[in-house]
């Protein structure tokens, strides 16, 4: 079965870097997008980075444009959400999924997810 697999979150003063990947398997994804979502306490979860498999295009949030990067780990179906100059309002638990194409910012038509990584990030 499908499975992603989280890691990178922790703890980081503000302006500092964390990555974050993502590794799924369980089928091929070549007509896939692998997004990044977050969720901080008593908000909606929203949307931050996505990746398309099929055409390497990337799009991102404004709040996180010029900071964050989302890139591929080569033909592996890893993802990895580089987080610069972090503020302390990227505080939230991180999420990948996984969503058929064409790439979509809503959560709801993301079929897969991993299971959250916490990041903070102090002032």
């Known amino acids: 079965q499908v499975q992603l697999v989280e890691s990178g979150g922790g703890l980081v003063q503000a302006g500092g870097s964390l990555r974050l990947s993502c590794a799924a398997s369980?089928?091929?994804?070549?007509?896939?997008?692998m997004g990044w979502f977050r969720q901080a306490p008593g908000k909606a979860r929203e949307f931050v980075a996505a990746?398309?498999?099929?055409?390497?295009?990337?799009y991102y949030a404004d709040s996180v444009k010029g900071r964050f990067t989302i890139s591929r780990d080569g033909a592996k179906y890893t993802v990895y959400l580089q987080m610069n100059s972090l503020k302390p309002e990227d505080t939230a638990v991180y999420y990948c999924?996984?969503?058929?194409?064409?790439?979509?910012?809503?959560?709801?038509?993301?079929?897969?997810w991993g299971q959250g990584t916490q990041v903070t990030v102090s002032s």
């Open positions: 999924a996984l969503d058929a194409l064409p790439v979509q910012f809503d959560e709801s038509h993301y079929d897969y």
């Open positions: 990746l398309s498999f099929s055409h390497g295009n990337t």
């Open positions: 369980g089928r091929t994804f070549s007509s896939y997008a």
